[in-house]
């Protein structure tokens, strides 16, 4: 190899593999939505209290309760098959075994919402508590989730938005309790029953949207306060050197 040709190899820069920007490796992480199961799950969610609520008013409550816990196997059964992820259907069957195992000692069908009518309140005042202590619970859950730190709760448009996102939040977990535990007092259990299901994955489709713009407004608020960092950072070295050379 001639000099010319050495120094043509040595100038040309050597090739790098492609890497993705932040942009781009957020777009690989599974959405919100995706993490609950997307909109199948939720709605598979629903599928026990759809079998529950004829099958014990033609049958009885002990085999409304097997079939809706052969409802959730199946579920899960189903997820497994398909190489989905299981997490929401796993924990969906172990929700479907609790709410079964109280309808079963209170000896009523109705008593299959107590659960989920008690757990709306305490999610209530979870959510409630995170805002007022100024650690909004979707912005701990949601950088928990993705292993992210929690520098966001540092930034004042960031922890807002993550406190109107988790508002959503407890006024459907408000909402369920209040109206869910009137009709519980009324022993409509068909009337709790559909109750239960227009207030499930609807709502919750509603206020994940709510969330997902929230989030976006929250990332794009704390890039934005850390450029202002670096900006300061290289005015305060630049003016610095100044003043050394001085």
């Given at each position: 190899?001639?000099?010319?040709?050495?120094?043509?190899?040595?100038?040309?820069?050597?090739?790098?593999?492609?890497?993705?920007s932040?942009?781009?490796?957020?777009?690989?992480?599974?959405?919100?939505?995706?993490?609950?199961?997307?909109l199948p799950?939720?709605?598979?969610?629903?599928?026990?209290?759809?079998v529950l609520?004829?099958?014990?008013?033609?049958?009885?409550?002990?085999?409304?309760?097997?079939?809706a816990?052969?409802?959730?196997?199946?579920?899960?059964?189903w997820?497994?098959?398909?190489?989905?992820?299981?997490?929401?259907?796993?924990?969906?069957?172990?929700?479907?075994?609790i709410?079964?195992?109280?309808?079963?000692?209170?000896?009523?069908a109705?008593?299959?919402f107590?659960?989920?009518?008690?757990?709306s309140?305490?999610?209530?005042?979870?959510a409630?508590?995170?805002?007022?202590?100024?650690?909004?619970?979707?912005?701990?859950?949601?950088k928990?989730?993705?292993g992210?730190?929690?520098?966001?709760?540092?930034?004042?448009?960031?922890?807002?938005?993550?406190?109107?996102?988790?508002?959503?939040?407890?006024?459907?977990?408000?909402?369920?309790?209040i109206?869910?535990?009137?009709?519980?007092?009324?022993?409509e259990?068909?009337a709790?029953?559909?109750?239960?299901i227009?207030m499930?994955?609807?709502?919750t489709?509603?206020?994940?949207?709510?969330?997902?713009?929230?989030?976006?407004?929250?990332?794009?608020?704390?890039?934005?306060a850390?450029?202002?960092?670096?900006?300061?950072?290289?005015n305060?070295?630049?003016?610095?050197?100044e003043a050394?050379?001085?």
């Open positions: 190899m001639s000099k010319a040709e050495r120094y043509v190899s040595n100038s040309l820069p050597e090739p790098q593999a492609p890497q993705l932040d942009d781009q490796d957020r777009d690989t992480e599974p959405t919100l939505l995706e993490q609950m199961g997307g799950g939720l709605v598979a969610a629903t599928l026990p209290i759809v609520i004829p099958v014990n008013s033609l049958y009885g409550l002990t085999p409304a309760l097997i079939s816990l052969g409802v959730a196997v199946v579920i899960a059964i997820r497994i098959v398909r190489k989905q992820t299981i997490q929401p259907a796993i924990s969906g069957l172990i929700g479907v075994a709410c079964a195992a109280i309808a079963w000692f209170t000896g009523d109705k008593g299959y107590l659960y989920g009518i008690w757990m309140l305490a999610l209530f005042i979870a409630a508590l995170s805002i007022l202590f100024r650690w909004p619970a979707v912005g701990v859950i949601w928990g989730l993705n992210d730190d929690m520098a966001w709760q540092k930034v004042k448009l960031a922890r807002r938005a993550y406190s109107i996102a988790t508002a959503g939040w407890a006024v459907i977990f408000l909402a369920r309790f109206i869910q535990r009137a009709i519980y007092d009324a022993g259990t068909t709790l029953g559909i109750t239960r227009v499930g994955w609807p709502l489709l509603l206020v994940t949207a709510l969330t997902v713009w929230m989030v976006r407004r929250a990332d794009a608020a704390v890039e934005e850390e450029n202002v960092g670096r900006a300061t950072n290289s305060r070295s630049t003016q610095e050197l050394e050379n001085e």
